[in-house]
């Protein structure tokens, strides 16, 4: 099979068609990490995807927020305390790479919600200047290119704190499905624009729903409260040729099959260190939803033997009948040597050509 464009590859494998190889991606390589590399090979100046030949992914987000300004409370050497554009209080890392404290939220009540929820309708700026210049450069860097309004559930999870927020769901569930059926209509408006502006190839929710565990919440109240809702999301989507991703942390083993009930192309990332398998999935899902990641990088941190054990034979597995993205199951901290990621990406370029 001739060699492809990289987003004829991407969309190939999210669409269950068969690409010459599997895709090679990574979204977030850390800060820290490039540093790392630059000390073991990588050269100064140069993207390291395009060093390393991998399949690139340019995302273009939108402002899904309550539009508060945001406003620095206090500031230290080390972090930030900040109220966000959801009226969140959250403390900030300013010298390392790390997920904000969530300290207070200003929706802790139905009533909270009554007050604020207007502040959720469209207007065009949602979306910053310089999207028609990002869809046409995708055109010649050969990029996918994924826009990134927020899921629904996961914004209402956030701007209210899952201290809260999981009460609310089980003493007033009509108030969080308000909230999704809000933010579902500004999603559906933002990818209108999107589209008026020029059509992207994916659209991507990023949603962490899961837990080490499983699902935050039960399959059913995803069912009454949720799934509907990004139903409606994902066939604007696929009706307007725009491919619908979903990424979700945690054990997503129960969670897929209401990816693809929801209408989903694929489940990203995977964490091999939750418990998630692509061998297992493979065999129950692989021919309904492509599999996206799951290389564990604590296994990419260790003895470069141990990349081998740990590639090949998902690999070997994943890749089979298409269906299947090379990735980190996460993110590709520090604790990554360059030799290794290299020798990772060397087996999986191998064994996922479909010549």
Known sequence: MAEM???????????????????????????????????EGLPEDVDALDWLCMDKIAMYGADCSLRFPEQ?????????????TDGVTE??????????????????EPDDW??????????????????????????HNDQWFAVVPGEPMWW??????????????MDH??????????????????????TQLGKPDAMWHFSDLCYGNGMLFSPDQFRQIVLPHLKRITSACWDR?????????????EFVPLLIESGYACAQPLEARDRNDVRELKPLYGDQITLFGNISVDH??????????????????????????????HSVPPTVPLANFRRALELARKLGSYE
């Open 241 to 253: 040729d725009i491919v619908p991703m979903f990424h979700c942390c945690g054990k997503v083993t």
């Open 91 to 108: 403390r900030q890392w300013k010298t390392k790479t790390a997920t904000p404290h969530k300290v207070d939220s200003l929706i802790k």
């Open 72 to 84: 620095i409370l206090e500031e230290d050497a080390e972090t930030r305390l900040v109220r966000n």
């Open 300 to 329: 990419l941190s260790t003895a470069l033997e141990q990349v081998d054990e740990e590639v090949e034979p998902k690999i070997r597995i994943a890749a089979k009948d298409g269906r299947y993205i090379f990735h980190s199951d």
């Open 173 to 194: 569930p009509d108030v969080v499905e308000e909230m999704v059926a809000y933010q579902t209509r500004l999603n559906l408006e933002i990818i209108d624009h999107f």
């Open 156 to 169: 209402a999870l956030m701007a209210m704190g899952f201290e809260r927020a999981l009460p609310m769901l």
């Open 5 to 39: 464009a990289s987003r004829e590859r991407m969309r190939r494998a999210l669409t269950g068609e068969l690409p010459d190889r599997i895709p090679l991606c990574e979204i977030c390589i850390w800060p820290e990490t490039i540093q790392r590399w630059r000390t």
């Open 114 to 139: 009554l007050r604020y929820r207007d502040r959720l309708s469209f207007a065009p700026d949602r979306v910053a200047e310089g999207y028609a210049d990002a869809v046409a450069a995708r055109e």
